[in-house]
């Protein structure tokens, strides 16, 4: 079992940044995505982490600006957000895929454990 759980989110301003946490038990060797759903919209990939920390996957929309790590030796993945913009603008969650442990899924379907989110608000 995986219990997953978020924070690091809040209210910024454009070109600010933000630094995201997933804490989880179990997390340690399991690929590790980020999602965000912005209000009326979709759920929608972020960036994810193989299990070996060693490949990292971004959306275009994020590339350049977002970076995924992990520290094994705190079971927490992290999204370093730089040049923050206001589309932004959403819940962003972590998830871990347990199922298919060598892969680098970056569709929501494939994981299995979800956190409950973390809201991530940016003006202009």
């Known amino acids: 079992q995986v219990q997953l759980v978020e924070s690091g989110g809040g209210l910024v301003q454009a070109g600010d940044s933000l630094r995201l946490s997933c804490a989880g038990s179990g997390l340690r060797f399991l690929p590790t995505g980020w999602f965000r759903q912005a209000p009326g919209k979709e759920r929608e990939f972020v960036s994810v982490i193989n299990w070996n920390d060693d490949i990292t996957d971004y959306a275009e929309s994020v590339k350049g600006r977002f970076t995924i790590s992990r520290d094994r030796v705190t079971n927490t993945v992290y999204l370093q957000m730089n040049s923050l913009k206001p589309e932004d603008t959403a819940d962003y969650y972590c998830?871990?895929?347990?199922?298919?442990?060598?892969?680098?899924?970056?569709?929501?379907?494939?994981?299995?454990?979800w956190g409950q989110g973390t809201q991530v608000t940016v003006s202009t």
């Open positions: 998830a871990a895929d347990s199922r298919t442990p060598w892969s680098l899924p970056v569709s929501s379907d494939r994981y299995d454990y």
